[in-house]
């Protein structure tokens, strides 16, 4: 009798799993599709010569060496997108956070703030670059007219913006600040969490607003922190398209991204085997910078956690 | 569990059923043909009607037809030939088709030829193509596409302008000093605003790389060895940056980038008395519905031993291989592709997309009582194509823009350009060869 109870069971238990894996099986199927595989293809090309065309050649690790060591634009495309990120991720958090304490007001008509500074978030990426191109235009753009009555006054010449070599890194970065209602809305969602009480009692502490904001809400916001920065690090390293669309990496590389010099390796060159090189550089200089980052993790405070 | 395995096996065979719903497909040999008019675009009912001929034409092949915009089609190509997935028949580039013949994807056009001639088929006449074409479509001896569309390059002058001035069609420069003296006069300036300019090398489809043929010099020698750094060179491209010296290259930018800004053409807003463009300019002005009076003319060339030649290029016809040899499909692809190279078909494929056809019987007929077709057409004889550069195969589009643009906003000097030029391109060949 237990042996037959347990064969049912056994039979049971073997057709759930059955049932568990043909569940999972879309996922499972696309994650080893279209997950594993390109990504294991992509490192066994990274030794080849292949050109998307002919049959790869196995070349060792001459496409590592030739991009460490006799690529010039390798290290400027890598220093461009350091740059970038170094710039672009703290800044972004910045304006977020100053976004997210503004708008986390109880005042009327709050909805529609947020919505407003969240909405560049939806303008597709190319419109975005389009309309920033005409106001960054030196000649007769509106940034450069707003700003002529500066330039009068300290007898300078209008700044060139993304035309020139000097300036046109910061003009993407400053740009791109135009979508920090996305990390705003993060941030935003983790301060309505914060519960009231800790700042009733800082009233009766008689903490003002600077002290309430530095030592209650951006500690307790500090999760969300670190998970923006840690996005806008893997984000900032695979940047391109604005690049793409307003610049097209120039002038003189100036905002010649990295992902951008991978692209052009791939498509413009038809160099499979160095793009996916490169691919794989990138993927460790990520991983190690957001290792470092995830150390940060110490300086987070969770709500609820006493320790 | 049966009855969840039951469902799938229902999914299964419906997804199978709606695939077989086609029923003039029935029997027939099926056919991809891959093009530039995707559905919505204005010339897809017309190329698609092409298409439904050929298939009710005859009861062997059936040819499936899918548009993708400009834009898309390169990409998805390129990948789709990587992965054995090509369209049987396709739409390609001319200058690079010997790197795909070098690389044994492409079917050989010249063996169909062959067996349609040892049959007693009416075969492709290659006669009626551009010979500069063909010649970029052969690798060994055999041709393995071939010349579907052509392009060229010409003067496109504005004769409102001209006569503004006092000037005719018969006064249409024929040299470089000619153009420089026509250009200034039909300058206009208000203060530091540039209103209007009679010309500049640099803007439109005037290309460094058509100067430096037009002066009997070229980028690259016999073994693809770049040859910048000749006194000829750098005469030229100071030629084209300083063609207008009188106006700062920060004025002349910014002229140049209030048309690329508001997406207008340049020329077509009268902005620009004589620029060089492609055959889609005059395309562009008949979708702007331009009323301007214009002509087309040869580009002038170098007051000494200059060349009457231009860029030009086109797409390519060319059967895919996919990993597979000679079969019924790659035979249906060639019966496709001879209708599609033939007179009647180029006819009416240039109707729907305004192409210049590169069947040139097909487009004596096409530009009959059209002077600017015919002088178009007629330039087509003149065009030469870009080589393909294995190790730089971008070198006239991005490896060449970096410093070329960088010497247009006024950050480098003629020589500087042309030196780092020479340094980039040498450290390219010296890396591509490390890797064969």
Redesign the interface.
């Known amino acids: 009798m237990a042996t037959q109870k347990n064969k049912a069971l056994g039979k049971l238990r073997s057709e759930e799993r059955v049932l568990g894996y043909i569940f999972a099986s879309p996922w499972l199927i696309g994650l080893i599709i279209l997950g594993v595989f390109p990504i294991a293809l992509s490192f066994y090309l990274s030794f080849t010569n292949y050109d998307m065309l002919g049959a790869p050649g196995f070349i060792w690790f001459t496409n590592y060496r030739i991009l460490l060591s006799n690529d010039s634009l390798f290290y400027t495309a890598l220093f461009n997108t350091l740059y970038h990120v170094a710039i672009s991720v703290p800044l972004g958090l910045l304006v977020g956070i100053i976004l997210a304490l503004l708008l986390n007001s109880k005042i009327k008509g709050m909805g529609i703030y947020r919505t407003i500074y969240y909405l560049p978030n939806v303008v597709s990426v190319v419109a975005m670059s389009l309309l920033w191109l005409w106001l960054f235009q030196p000649s007769f753009g509106l940034v450069n007219n707003l700003l002529s009555p500066i330039y009068n006054f300290f007898k300078m010449e209008p700044l060139l913006w993304y035309q020139s070599s000097d300036m046109s890194k910061i003009t993407l970065i400053l740009m791109g600040l135009w979508t920090a209602g996305g990390s705003m809305i993060i941030y935003l969602a983790q301060m309505q969490d914060i519960p009231s009480e800790l700042y009733e009692a800082a009233d009766i502490d008689g903490a003002n607003g600077l002290q309430k904001i530095f030592k209650i809400t951006i500690p307790l916001m500090t999760p969300s922190i670190v998970f923006n920065f840690i996005r806008g690090l893997i984000g900032g390293f695979q940047d391109l398209t604005v690049s793409y669309i307003m610049t097209k990496g120039g002038p003189g590389h100036s905002t010649y991204y990295y992902s951008y010099y991978l692209f052009d390796k791939m498509m413009s060159d038809n160099a499979m085997g160095m793009a996916s090189a490169m691919a794989w550089i990138l993927l460790v200089i990520t991983l190690v910078i957001t290792m470092g980052a995830l150390s940060l993790n110490k300086y987070v405070f969770y709500l609820g956690d006493q320790s | 569990?049966k009855k969840?395995l039951l469902v799938m096996l229902l999914m299964v065979g419906v997804f199978a059923l709606s695939a077989c719903g086609d029923e003039e497909v029935d029997g027939k040999i099926e056919v991809t043909f891959w093009h530039l008019s995707p559905v919505g675009d204005e010339s897809y009912s017309q190329v698609k009607k092409i298409v439904r001929d050929f298939n009710n034409s005859q009861d062997v092949y059936y040819v499936n037809e899918y548009g993708f915009s400009f834009w898309d089609y390169w990409?998805k190509l390129?990948?789709a030939?990587?992965s054995n997935t090509a369209p049987d028949v396709g739409f390609s580039t001319i200058d690079d088709n010997v790197?795909?013949a070098q690389?044994?994807?492409l079917f050989n056009i010249s063996d169909f030829i062959a067996a349609d001639v040892a049959a007693g088929i009416e075969t492709v006449n290659t006669n009626s193509f551009y010979s500069n074409q063909l010649g970029f479509l052969t690798y060994e001896d055999d041709l393995y596409g071939l010349p579907f569309t052509a392009t060229t390059r010409m003067l496109f002058y504005n004769l409102d302008h001209f006569a503004e001035v006092g000037l005719t069609a018969d006064d249409v420069p024929t040299t470089w000093s000619e153009l420089q003296v026509v250009a200034k006069q039909l300058d206009i300036v208000d203060g530091n605003k540039i209103e209007r300019i009679g010309f500049d090398p640099t803007f439109g489809q005037g290309t460094y790389m058509g100067y430096l043929w037009q002066s009997g010099l070229d980028y690259f020698d016999d073994e693809l060895q770049v040859t910048l750094n000749t006194q000829g060179h750098y005469d030229v491209l100071d030629w084209m940056v300083t063609f207008n010296n009188e106006y700062s290259r920060?004025q002349l930018?910014?002229f140049g980038?209030?048309n690329t800004?508001l997406g207008i053409d340049p020329f077509a807003a009268g902005r620009v008395s004589m620029v060089v463009g492609t055959d889609g300019l005059y395309q562009t002005l008949l979708d702007y519905d331009s009323t301007m009076n214009y002509a087309v003319a040869p580009i002038p060339v170098p007051d000494e031993d200059g060349v009457r030649v231009n860029w030009g290029s086109g797409f390519s016809l060319e059967l895919y291989k996919n990993g597979r040899e000679l079969d019924e499909k790659a035979q249906g692809a060639w019966e496709f592709s001879k209708y599609l190279m033939s007179v009647s078909i180029q006819v009416e494929y240039a109707d729907a997309v305004g192409w210049i056809m590169g069947n040139t019987e097909a487009m004596d007929i096409v530009a009959e009582g059209n002077p600017i077709i015919t002088a178009l057409v007629e330039e087509c004889a003149y065009a030469v194509d870009k080589l393909f550069v294995p190790y730089?195969?971008?070198w006239h589009?991005?490896?060449w823009?970096?410093?070329y643009?960088?010497l247009k906003?006024g950050?480098?000097t003629v020589e500087d350009t042309l030196k780092d030029a020479i340094?980039?391109y040498n450290?390219?060949q010296?890396?591509?060869n490390?890797?064969?």
Request: charged share 25%.
């Open positions: 569990m969840l990409d390129n990948i030939v990587a790197h795909r690389r044994n994807v920060s930018n910014s980038e209030a800004i730089a195969p971008a589009a991005g490896d823009f970096q410093y643009d960088q906003a950050d480098a340094d980039w450290e390219k010296t890396n591509y490390a890797t064969q």
